[in-house]
């Protein structure tokens, strides 16, 4: 395991590296072929971290994912769960993501070249703000990625959602893909150490936003969860 650390740190720089790439493309040839540049530049490593630490995927229902841009909310065990989410999802995305995590030196870099919107958990004020962004970012044509339940939840179990992180959804009116990930907190941080796991991943059928009644709306949250955690089980 230690050689594997040894291994995935070079791999790290090297991503790092090839940021240098990602802006020569931005300026030389614009935003289009640089996306697709940080696009496949994620799927890469996302692959990479996956087989060296040994995870193997189940996944079900991507045949739930729609072509048009949409909002994925799923349960939130381990920083795993992004690496897992840009390998199983084939479209331009973005993730609403706790400030912390953009001061990183290599995902933070890159999560800050993409449609990243950070969230500071500290001040609620600025909430609204960063839903906004996401909504614009939405409209721009990426689809976005929330973890509602505001923090990592390493004991197997669903936390409560956050009901304001629903208006990301509610407010662009594209539909939500409920995202079910099953603990991927086992195969890093339980005991910060790299374990081989096999790890379910269901994408639930899609929720339409456009038209709800005040009702529910108002239960969207607890519905959202209930779908998670029961393909979960």
Known sequence: MFLKKIIYGFYMLWVRIKGFKHTYILKTKGDALAEEYLKKTGYLWSEFTLKI??????????????????????????????????????????????????????????????????LDRENPRTAMLAINEAVKNIKEGSSMVIFPEGTRNKEGKVGSFKKGSLKLAT??????????????????EDN????????????????????????????????????????LE
Not at 171 to 188: G, L, N, Y
Not at 198 to 225: C, H, P, W, Y
């Open 171 to 188: 407010k662009s009116q594209v539909k939500i893909v409920p995202v079910s990930i099953d603990r991927a907190s086992r195969s890093f």
């Open 53 to 118: 630490i040994g995870i193997e995927l189940d996944v079900r229902g991507t045949e739930n994912i729609p072509k048009e841009q949409c909002v994925f909310i799923g349960n939130h065990s381990s920083i795993l769960d992004i690496i897992i989410l840009l390998y199983t999802i084939d479209k331009k995305m973005g993730f609403i993501a706790k400030k912390e995590i953009l001061k990183t030196p290599i995902i933070g870099y890159w999560l800050k070249k993409s449609k990243c919107v950070p």
């Open 192 to 231: 910060r150490q790299f374990k081989p796991a096999k790890i379910k991943v269901v994408f639930g059928k899609t929720i339409d936003t456009q038209n709800l009644s005040k009702e529910e709306e108002m239960n969207l949250a607890d519905n959202i969860r209930n779908i998670i955690v029961s393909n």
